[in-house]
T-cell receptor
């Protein structure tokens, strides 16, 4: 089993749609969780960290489910500019520093 | 503030050649990372370091070596380059702390022919 897994998609949605991505992880001791966005194989950019209680940033909501070992990203009111690859990142126990990426989920928002 | 600087941006190597990818950060971050990204794939961790003098293998370390003699620099060495090492290489750093995010360099696009 891979350490971090994502559905690669692609997800094709119309503008204004709500779309959700999940990311599962295998290490139950993981302590760090992030969502990154990547455009055209440029360097990934931080979208948001994921906190235990869940967190929201505008149209984006991230949640952590420790019992089932997954994190999720919800995008509301999709914009054309949201078209990108979304990468989840999971880190091990607090002092190891190791951060593993999922393979990414491609989102294409259509007019 | 330059952040994370990677050099070179592009490189073409012949099979069997060696090279060093340079990475430097000026943010005094303890943690540094090397990832590779093949077409259509996510980033794979090659090596990482939690501080000067300490390095650890990631998911795909074979064919690579690293060193961390200073906090600022984390070079990645390719010995005996192979076509399978054709990829985009990203260096990243972050401060200590569970929720500290990665700061990336612009990447090095390497082709081995």
């Amino acid at each position: 089993r891979k350490e971090v897994e994502q559905d690669p998609g692609p997800f094709n949605v119309p503008e204004g749609a709500t779309v959700a991505f999940n990311c599962t992880y295998s290490n139950s001791a993981s302590q760090s969780f992030f969502w990154y966005r990547q455009d055209c194989r440029k360097e990934p950019k931080l979208l948001m960290s994921v906190y235990s209680s869940g967190n929201e940033d505008g149209r984006f909501t991230a949640q952590l489910n420790r019992a089932s070992q997954y994190i999720s990203l919800l995008i509301r009111d999709s914009k054309l500019s949201d078209s990108a690859t979304y990468l989840c990142v999971v880190g091990g126990s607090s002092n190891t520093g190791k951060l593993i990426f999922g393979q990414g989920t491609t989102l294409q928002v259509k007019p | 503030n330059a952040g994370v600087t990677q050099t070179p941006k592009f490189r073409i190597l012949k099979i069997g050649q060696s090279m060093t990818l340079q990475c430097a950060q000026d943010m005094n971050h303890n943690y540094m990372y090397w990832y590779r990204q093949d077409p259509g794939m996510g980033l794979k961790l090659i090596y990482y370091s939690v501080g000067a003098g300490i390095t650890d293998k990631g998911e795909v370390p074979n064919g690579y070596n690293v060193s961390r003699s200073t906090t600022e620099d984390f070079p990645l060495r390719l010995e005996l380059a192979a076509p399978s090492q054709t990829s985009v290489y990203f260096c990243a750093s972050r401060p200590t702390g569970r929720n500290s995010p990665l700061h990336f360099g612009n990447g090095t696009r390497l082709t081995v022919t």
